[in-house]
């Protein structure tokens, strides 16, 4: 069983940055893939980013590429979602997600994730 627990977000301006982090407990995460949704109100959740276990393969949503950067630190069983140049757009709550099954490929799919914290609120003001 995997737990996991989002953190760092926050309320900032357009133009800024904030990073996020999910701290995973369970002997299993560091074969998982990880992914970061997100979900507005009112709409559906949506991919974000995701990172297999070895780093090997990471996919960005076309509207966070070249912004967002996730990182994964096996050791500490964590995995950061760096988010630069946030736009009001992004606001959202924040979760993150393993797929047991996904750890050598990875997923965008939500339905492919197992596992999921319970969410981290990101403000972005204009």
């Known amino acids: 069983q995997v737990q996991l627990v989002e953190s760092g977000g926050g309320l900032v301006q357009a133009g800024g940055s904030l990073r996020l982090s999910c701290a995973a407990s369970?002997?299993?995460?560091?074969?998982?893939?990880v992914g970061w949704f997100r979900q507005a109100p009112g709409k559906e959740r949506e991919f974000v980013s995701s990172?297999?276990?070895?780093?090997?393969?990471?996919y960005y949503a076309d509207s966070v590429k070249g912004r967002f950067t996730i990182i994964r630190d096996n050791a500490k069983n964590t995995v950061y979602l760096q988010m630069n140049s946030l736009r009001p757009e992004d606001t959202a709550v924040y979760y993150c997600?393993?797929?047991?099954?996904?750890?050598?490929?990875?997923?965008?799919?939500?339905?492919?994730?197992?596992?999921w914290g319970q969410g981290t609120q990101v403000t972005v003001s204009s």
């Open positions: 997600a393993t797929a047991s099954q996904y750890g050598r490929w990875g997923s965008r799919r939500v339905s492919d994730y197992d596992h």
């Open positions: 369970g002997r299993t995460f560091s074969t998982h893939a």
């Open positions: 990172i297999t276990w070895s780093s090997g393969i990471i």
